[in-house]
């Protein structure tokens, strides 16, 4: 599972369903920020293992969003020894 933690006045958490894989894929999850908050401070996870009886903590990162990761509307964040790739879509909505 991924625990996500976005940025805005308050953090916001989410997460991801259960998967059971050693390559799993979410299409779940997210949260909805303004760009401005998610430039202006980190997005937080963790990556957890699930287990029946211990869920393992594999990592926790951070990472700060710029301007081309919005206007690629995605960031792939990999963590050398924990995770391979972890890749955020970014989604963006106009407000009136």
């Known amino acids: 599972m991924v625990e996500l933690t976005c940025p805005q006045p308050e953090p ?4 991801t369903e259960e998967i059971e894989s050693l390559t799993p894929q979410w299409t779940k999850g ?3 920020v303004l760009a401005q908050d998610l430039l202006a401070a980190p997005i ?3 990556v957890i ?5 211990f869920d393992d903590e ?6 700060q969003l710029t ?21 955020f879509q ?6 009136e």
Do not use: K, M, N, W
Request: net charge negative; glycine share 2%; charged share 25%.
């Open 49 to 53: 293992d699930v287990d029946a009886f």
């Open 12 to 15: 916001l958490v989410s997460l």
């Open 67 to 87: 301007q081309a990761d919005l206007d690629r509307r995605s960031v792939d964040v990999a963590i050398p020894e924990a995770v391979t790739s972890l890749v």
């Open 44 to 46: 937080q996870f963790r």
């Open 30 to 32: 997210g949260c909805d």
């Open 58 to 63: 594999i990592t926790v990162a951070q990472y």
């Open 90 to 95: 970014l989604d963006t909505y106009l407000t």
